[in-house]
């Protein structure tokens, strides 16, 4: 369900910032400190009788309302981490309604537990895709890898499906980049740990991984990344299990994607984490998005750069020394 801002007006209008199923204080805090926060779902995964036959998806939990300007938002928190809950004896599947000729999504019962967030987050990937590439940030808390086979038609009197299609999908699917259909898996390992170390080559400095020590205390993860073999020099590493795999990390600008992912473990106090990283840390990683806010410009300071961006500062320097250098040959 949406829940309203505040009636106040925000301090500062950008950037516009978007919080998908997380806790309530989180929005509070935010606003509080002068930001335009709204909040939202992609719906809530359910729990059902085990039962081997489709029906259709519970209309209060599948699809609540967006925000109106939800396409606009420039920094889009998700909390991948959300629990099942029991469904309310109003809903009942009444063989009438089945068999109107109503085309419905319709799910199989035979887990027990239904997701539709899955399916809404699918729907969403065009224009969140829309949002990365138009400098816009994702903060995502991720979890496991889950998917789930929808069917979109309707039913006749025998049960049976008449014009119907099949729509399989992740809750990774919400972007491209986490997604890309088949691949998904490949990007998303399933496992568990409470074992969180820094990245070793991540400066102890920089403000990013002062924020993470606060909070790894008391986080576990729910799966490991492998974003690098996908994006190359893009993933920047930011956490890792006692094994060496990631867990967290940054999926800086590129070419085919002009916006930021920051992909975190499940942390606990993810409202106080949230509210630290857009008020302290963003501002200074992407000031466009903060033209409002004064700030200091630790991450232009060498001691504060991540090392992929020393190594692309590095080549950009060589590629201009060797530019300059024929230049003044070709002159001669």
């Given amino acids: 369900m949406t ?30 400190r002068g930001y335009a926060v709204s909040s939202a779902s992609l719906g809530c995964p359910y729990k059902v009788k085990e ?9 209060k939990y599948s699809f609540p309302k967006l925000p109106q300007d939800y396409k606009e938002q420039e920094i889009v928190v998700i909390d991948m981490c959300y629990e099942a809950v029991k469904t309310s004896a ?21 887990q027990g537990y239904i997701n539709p ?9 065009s224009d969140f895709d829309r949002i990365l590439n138009a400098r816009g940030v994702f903060v995502i808390f991720a979890d496991s890898l889950y998917t789930q ?9 025998f049960d049976n499906f008449e ?9 990774w699917d919400f972007l491209t ?4 259909t088949n691949e998904t898996h490949k990007k998303v390992i399933n496992d568990y740990g409470a074992t969180i170390l820094l990245a070793d080559k991540l400066p102890k400095s920089n403000p990013i991984t002062l924020l993470l020590s606060k909070h790894l205390e008391e986080a576990t993860y729910n799966c490991t990344l492998s974003l690098n073999l996908f994006f ?10 006692k094994y060496g795999n990631d867990v967290a990390g940054l999926l800086i600008p590129s070419e085919r994607r002009l916006g930021w992912i920051i992909v975190l473990p499940d942390i606990k106090d993810k409202a106080t984490f949230t509210t630290s990283l857009i008020d302290e840390v963003l501002p200074s990683i992407v000031p466009s998005l903060f033209p409002e806010k004064e700030y200091l410009s630790w991450i232009n300071k060498s001691e504060y750069c991540l090392p992929q961006v020393k190594q692309l500062e590095e080549e950009i320097y060589k590629i201009r020394e060797e530019a300059e250098h024929k230049i003044i040959t070709l002159e001669q």
Avoid at 3 to 32: G, V
Avoid at 51 to 59: A, K
Avoid at 90 to 102: F, L, R, S, W
Avoid at 233 to 238: A, D, G, S, T
């Fill in 3 to 32: 829940k309203p801002n505040s009636k106040n007006t925000p301090k500062y209008q950008h950037p516009k910032i978007i919080l998908f199923d997380m806790d309530e204080d989180a929005a509070k805090t935010l606003e509080e």
């Fill in 51 to 59: 039962e081997n036959n489709f029906f259709p998806l519970h209309p």
């Fill in 90 to 110: 109003e809903y009942e599947y009444e063989m009438d309604e089945i068999a109107n000729e109503v085309d419905k999504f319709w799910v199989n019962h035979s």
């Fill in 117 to 125: 967030r899955l399916l809404r987050g699918n729907f969403l990937k």
């Fill in 149 to 157: 086979r929808y069917i979109f038609g309707h039913k006749n009197y």
């Fill in 163 to 171: 014009d119907w299609r099949e729509i399989v999908c992740s809750n």
């Fill in 177 to 180: 980049s986490t997604s890309n």
């Fill in 232 to 241: 190359e020099q893009e993933w920047i590493p930011l956490l890792k299990n």
